[in-house]
DNA sequence: CGACGCTTTGACACAACTCAACAACCGTGG
DNA sequence: CCACGGTTGTTGAGTTGTGTCAAAGCGTCG
């Protein structure tokens, strides 16, 4: 939050997590990103289908990545918050796989693909830790699948928050009691593969059984113990230092 | 399949899929995937929470990534297949964030994961090709994603058929008409996210309608152009060449 | 030949969806 | 400051796709 520091960016602070950095890397890393620019909630960053060799660093506000489908419904597959890299995949794979859009207004940087390659080669620590950082959005798909698809709904639902306190936690966005959340019942139906409407009927059975409330774009933990147990969430696949 | 250029195995085939190698690559590339050895059906390769160093080439065989859970039941992410890299995300996460089993016996050479990232940084053309192939691997997890949870059952199945027979195609193993799948219905039930019989529900429709039959462990294609309307598939993601 | 793994079939149950109508909220402009 | 329109949230009734359970058939391999 506080970053007096120009070369201490959210990225910056999420790769310190994997392993200390040098100046010169924490220099490099604030050089290729360049001039933040702000994008309005509900506008959209990439599309599918585009080819990219652009890379967003997301420094502040809240974004989704997501599919479209023919049938006119959507599978929202991530939200990359402050520190996440979006495209950088689709920088790899020369078109996008999927699309994002901002969910609130949002302040992104850019950085050439181009410049992420030579990364890997110039600054092999650096350049590892940006693989690690696409190897832990990859893991979160994987873990988002199982999610969607084995558990019921206020497992599912509970899981989720689980899982986003926890990242929400790591670049200091949320306490053990709440954090700004500002999703709506509709995007958390298209995360979560419900409707709207029973979105609604779960939220209020785990406001019921006291676990979590969601009101006004905070969500508030009542019970963290409870939570954890009713979702079987593990945590630590998001946050390792060797 | 014919393989007598000791340099050109399944993986160095698929990466010449997305550019061309010279002679040093290819030879670097061979050096590197060292004895192939024989795993059994059945017999688990990597597990989860495993802090692997090593990455699994696979020379032959099916393979099978899932994560297990508390209650019993199991998500499968993913089908390596020849010419796939296995746990190439988990040597950069260090620990593992899903398990993988043979389903039939398979080969597979084992790679350090230190000679990746040297790969990286010494060949750098080949490294992005590495990249690439493992940014395509992640595309597929968000197409399984999307598939498991904004598909009926029918479409589905539809739709992972036609992505699998993609896949298979670029590395020589499937027709147009027909291909080898030793997928049971129970294995096809933890993938897509049906109980058994429900596939088998399934199965039989689609034979019914005169699309796809899987007998004895061949998949007949008996009408790929309603298959992919059916499913509502776009290929292309697969299968790029700059 | 028996056993085990896989497939096939049927009856029934339920989690989650759809549809529909209404209520609360919120930013915007008069 | 209030009126308004659009978005978001709330509630209920009826429907359905898919799951569960149970039992029998069929290969094939030791």
């Known amino acids: ?14 790769l310190k997590a994997f392993l200390p950095l040098s100046p010169d890397e924490l220099k490099w890393l604030a050089e290729i990103q360049v001039t933040p620019r702000v994008v309005e909630r509900g506008k959209q960053l990439t599309h599918e289908g585009q080819n990219g060799h ?26 990359p918050i402050a520190g996440d890299c979006i495209g950088l995949r689709s920088a790899l794979l020369r078109t996008a796989d999927h699309s994002f859009s901002a969910l609130t207004d949002a302040v992104v940087s850019s ?3 181009e410049d992420i390659l030579k990364c890997v ?13 696409a190897s832990r959005e990859e ?6 699948l199982v999610n969607v698809r084995r558990r019921n709904a206020i497992e599912r639902t509970a899981h989720f ?11 200091g966005l ?8 500002p999703l709506t019942q509709s995007v958390l139906a298209d995360a979560l593969g419900l409707s709207a409407t029973h979105v609604k009927r779960v939220l209020q059975q785990l406001q019921e059984q006291n676990l979590l409330t969601l009101r006004k774009g905070r969500a508030h933990i009542h019970d963290l113990a409870g939570l954890r147990k009713l979702a079987g969430f593990q945590g630590g696949y998001l946050n390792q230092r060797d």
């Not at 939050?1 to 999420?14: E, G, Q, T, V």
């Not at 893991?139 to 988002?144: P, Y």
């Open 161 to 171: 928050f689980m899982a986003l306190a926890e990242r929400l936690s790591l670049v």
């Open 1 to 14: 939050m506080i970053s007096s520091n120009p070369f201490d960016s959210a990225l910056a602070r999420k």
């Open 111 to 113: 950085v050439e693909a």
């Open 174 to 181: 949320a306490t053990e009691a709440e954090f700004k959340c």
């Open 121 to 133: 080669t110039q600054f092999p620590r650096l350049g590892t830790a940006i693989l690690w950082a």
């Open 54 to 79: 652009r890379v967003f660093v997301l420094q502040a506000g809240w974004t989704y990545g997501y599919k479209d489908l023919p049938n006119g419904g959507r599978q929202i597959v991530s939200f």
């Open 139 to 144: 893991a979160l798909v994987v873990e988002h």
